[in-house]
């Protein structure tokens, strides 16, 4: 892995993979890959989230990955890919959490609504982006409060030479 985006869903990380697949730096692992390989990569990033991550079988083929499921796990990832570039998307806290708050979070609430084959998805959906820091029970400033408590302790965890803080506004 060369480059591994630690920011979270809703900001801006599908731009951002389209960037690294146009730079060369691809193919570039996002949670579009979970939902288009479900039947490999669902189990796979469910025995990630209880700690026994084969990440060679989870990135096989590919050369950077963004977005959730990987922004979960930035800590682990440092270790097995010491040499990696991490760049860490972010915004607003207030949009971000209206926009996650309407979208994704939305999504998860919705599990029984959902037809049947997607529920393994959303399971590990739910539990890596609960292990992110984001349980289902959070308000607005929650969710706030959660957003930059991830976005600080990533940037506490990478070293700097390793991290890129961007926002997709800056181009």
């Known amino acids: 892995m060369k480059i591994i985006g630690v920011g979270v869903g809703r900001t801006g990380t599908h731009s951002l993979k389209t ?22 990569q669902v189990p796979l990033w469910s025995a990630a989230e209880k700690g026994n991550a ?3 079988a989870i990135y096989s083929g590919y050369k950077s990955a963004v977005d959730w499921p990987t922004a979960g796990f930035f800590s682990e990832l440092l270790k097995e890919y010491p040499t990696a570039k991490f760049v860490l998307t972010e915004r607003s806290p207030e949009n971000w959490a209206d926009s996650f708050g309407s979208t994704i979070y939305k999504l998860l609430a919705g599990k029984d ?7 393994a998805w959303l399971d590990m959906a739910n539990a890596v982006i609960s292990k992110t820091g984001f349980p289902v029970d959070l308000d607005r400033d929650g ?4 957003f930059v408590a991830h976005n600080e302790i990533v ?8 991290l890129l803080v961007f926002s997709v506004k800056e181009g």
Do not use: Y
């Not at 609504?113 to 529920?119: R, S, Y």
């Not at 969710?143 to 959660?146: N, R, V």
């Not at 940037?155 to 390793?162: D, F, L, N, R, V």
């Open 113 to 119: 609504q959902a037809p049947p084959e997607m529920h």
């Open 54 to 56: 084969d990440w060679r």
């Open 143 to 146: 969710l706030i409060k959660a």
């Open 19 to 40: 960037a690294i697949n146009k730079l060369g730096f691809g193919p570039c692992h996002h949670m579009e890959e979970v939902l288009q390989n479900m039947p490999s």
């Open 155 to 162: 940037k506490e965890t990478i070293p700097a030479s390793q």
